[in-house]
């Protein structure tokens, strides 16, 4: 099966703002969804508490940069997303001005030591071979000031058959609880056709392989992990 262009996904989330919009209860397809926003937020603030600078890829609705917000209410904000829509309805939400960049992480340049705190939500699960993805940690990590952090919460696979199996057959079940039957196939169908998640274990090595020198597991359910490095 072909994967989706980044056009593609584009489309899709041009059409499903409002579910990314709903800070209490983040993007509801995703398991603890509000307690990933709370554990990056807190770590992401308690590292770096005079943080000036904030990264969020893929910012959806802006539901990160809010959560950090809470905390350090003078960020200045850097905010990437492919669609448009999404863009407009996060600057609506902050309220405030930020820099707001239409495009893919894969063809920005972030520029060198700019940020203290870089976030990507539910975003880099997009990414497809082995060295797309070392290019983009690479890129984020040049873009984080020494000393600052770089933190993940994303859609993740398992490298054992056995395991993803179980997992995934978890998910199922939290997806047909929250909507039925018929969701738990809308969404399976667009993680076939548009997602490529790697291993935690993976993306942990990635952050080290690329110089981050320390990494934190915060949090992680079956197919969802919450994570972070600080350069």
């Known amino acids: 099966?072909?994967?989706?262009?980044?056009?593609?996904?584009?489309?899709?989330?041009?059409?499903?703002?409002?579910?990314?919009?709903?800070?209490?209860?983040?993007?509801?397809?995703?398991?603890?969804?509000?307690?990933?926003?709370?554990?990056?937020?807190?770590?992401?603030?308690?590292?770096?508490?005079d943080a000036g600078a904030l990264l969020d890829i893929g910012c959806g609705a802006?539901?990160?940069?809010?959560?950090?917000?809470?905390?350090?209410?003078?960020?200045?904000?850097?905010?990437?997303?492919?669609?448009?829509?999404?863009?407009?309805?996060?600057?609506?939400?902050?309220?405030?001005?930020?820099?707001?960049?239409?495009g893919d992480i894969r063809d920005l340049e972030l520029g060198t030591e700019r940020f203290d705190i870089v976030l990507a939500g539910a975003v880099l699960h997009h990414l497809r071979g082995e060295q797309e993805w070392r290019a983009v940690f690479q890129k984020i990590h040049a873009s984080v000031k020494p000393g600052g952090s770089f933190w993940i919460s994303d859609l993740v696979e398992h490298?054992?058959?056995?395991?993803?199996?179980?997992?995934?057959?978890?998910?199922?079940?939290?997806?047909?609880?929250?909507?039925?039957?018929?969701?738990?196939?809308?969404?399976?169908?667009?993680?076939?056709?548009?997602?490529t998640p790697r291993p935690l274990l993976f993306q942990v090595d990635l952050l080290r392989a690329v110089g981050f020198s320390q990494v934190e597991i915060l949090h992680k359910n079956s197919c969802f992990a919450a994570f972070g490095a600080m350069k």
């Open 159 to 195: 490298s054992t058959p056995a395991v993803q199996a179980i997992m995934w057959e978890r998910y199922g079940q939290y997806l047909t609880a929250l909507k039925g039957e018929d969701y738990r196939r809308h969404v399976f169908g667009y993680i076939a056709f548009e997602d």
């Open 62 to 102: 802006g539901n990160f940069t809010l959560k950090l917000l809470e905390t350090l209410p003078n960020l200045d904000i850097t905010l990437i997303d492919l669609s448009e829509p999404m863009l407009a309805r996060a600057r609506q939400r902050i309220g405030r001005p930020v820099t707001a960049l239409h």
């Open 1 to 49: 099966m072909a994967k989706a262009t980044p056009q593609q996904i584009r489309e899709r989330f041009d059409q499903d703002v409002e579910r990314f919009s709903n800070l209490e209860t983040g993007q509801t397809a995703t398991i603890d969804a509000p307690l990933a926003l709370e554990l990056i937020a807190k770590a992401a603030t308690g590292l770096n508490p």
